[in-house]
Nanobody, 121 residues
């Protein structure tokens, strides 16, 4: 069974940076590589939202609130997906999750435990 493990979160001041890592353990490379991957976040009292995702034309889409600050990338050989987050703002505080996206842009696998990002001065 696929296990998604997120890491790299923490407490950072506004304007700071973090790099999140998602490792798709128990997934063979031939399954990992064709997937389109995305990063989600869930702030307290809010629904989980997709903030960054790969597209079929091998570009990335970002929600407006993170455009220009967040960058999604991947390392196929290590079955990892990354989210570089710069110029963090308090409103970025949330638990961050990764998942692969189905053709209908729905999450494909069970959720991991997520990684907490807290931005405060």
């Amino acid at each position: 069974q696929v296990q998604l493990v997120e890491s790299g979160g923490g407490l950072v001041e506004p304007g700071g940076s973090l790099r999140l890592t998602c490792t798709a353990s128990r997934m063979i490379t031939s399954v990992f590589n064709p997937n389109f991957w995305g990063w989600y976040r869930q702030a307290p009292g809010k629904e989980r939202e997709l903030v960054a995702a790969e597209t079929v034309d091998k570009t990335q889409n970002y929600v407006d609130s993170v455009k220009g600050r967040f960058t999604l990338s991947r390392d196929n050989s290590r079955k990892r997906v990354f989210l570089q987050m710069n110029n963090l703002k308090p409103e970025d505080t949330a638990v961050y999750y990764c998942n692969a996206l189905s053709t209908s842009r729905e999450p494909k696998y069970n959720w991991g435990q997520g990684t907490q990002v807290t931005v405060q001065g």
